[in-house]
């Protein structure tokens, strides 16, 4: 059972640059979310879906954008890349939201930025 | 707007000691709180999760408490190894399955 998968694990862009971080989970969660973190610090929500079709921003979505085509993939698209988004990313999937039993996270995308 | 809040930042003890990690947030309208592990460069594990109507969790040497009405949760760890090691994150969901993180507190336990 993989769980929450992404891909790329590394990545330097350029300023201006843009990229795709792929995260697919194979657990039927309707739930997903994109989390960034900085360092020494906690995550912060930057998209979320409550299913296929169904996206809402988070506390830091400027920046990003999000689809949400099938209930397996949660991609985070970065159209114009700048230095403010170095950072470590991680998609997360639950099984609901309020009641959740826990999430489930992927290892992380580390995204620099120069 | 929730806010939660970890102390200590980071923690240093000797093997075999018991220790306490605090939470504390500032809603106190939650659904649930969960306490994560991180490993250096690596995704976060669900540690244990409470819900609202709970007062407390125990998996194995964990055991986590929640009182809602003061906004605080303790995480605590019995008979510590160095394999505890790790940062410690406190999440709280408020909002429909949005977590909101504490910034973690830094677990070094030494042999």
């Known amino acids: 059972n993989a769980g929450v998968t992404q891909t790329p694990k590394f990545r330097i862009l350029k300023i201006g640059q843009s990229m795709t971080l792929q995260c697919t989970q194979d657990?039927?969660?309707?739930?997903m979310y994109w989390y960034r973190q900085d360092p020494g610090m906690g995550l912060k929500l930057i998209y979320y879906?409550?299913?296929?079709?169904?996206?809402d921003k988070g506390e830091v979505p400027n920046g990003y954008n999000v689809s949400r085509s099938t209930t397996e993939d949660f991609p985070l698209r970065l159209e114009l890349a700048a230095p403010s988004q170095t950072s470590v990313y991680f998609c997360?999937?639950?099984?609901?939201?309020?009641?959740?039993?826990?999430?489930?996270f992927g290892s992380g995308t580390r995204l620099t930025v120069v | 707007k929730q806010e939660v809040t970890q102390i200590p930042a980071a923690l240093s003890v000797p093997e075999g000691e018991n220790l306490v990690l605090n939470c504390s947030f500032t809603d106190s309208a939650i659904y649930n709180l969960q306490w994560f592990r991180q490993d250096p460069g690596k995704g976060l594990t669900s540690l244990l999760l409470?819900?609202?109507?709970?007062r407390e969790q125990t998996s194995g040497r964990l055991n986590a408490s929640l009182d809602k009405s003061s906004g605080r949760s303790t995480l605590y760890i019995a008979a510590s190894q160095p394999g505890d090691s790790a940062t410690y994150l406190c999440?709280?969901?408020?909002?429909?399955?949005?977590?909101?993180f504490g910034q973690g507190t830094e677990l070094s336990v030494k042999p």
């Open positions: 657990m039927n969660h309707n739930y």
């Open positions: 997360a999937s639950s099984e609901t939201g309020i009641y959740n039993y826990g999430y489930t």
């Open positions: 999440a709280v969901n408020n909002q429909g399955g949005k977590l909101i």
């Open positions: 409470i819900q609202s109507s709970q």
């Open positions: 879906s409550v299913g296929a079709g169904i996206t």
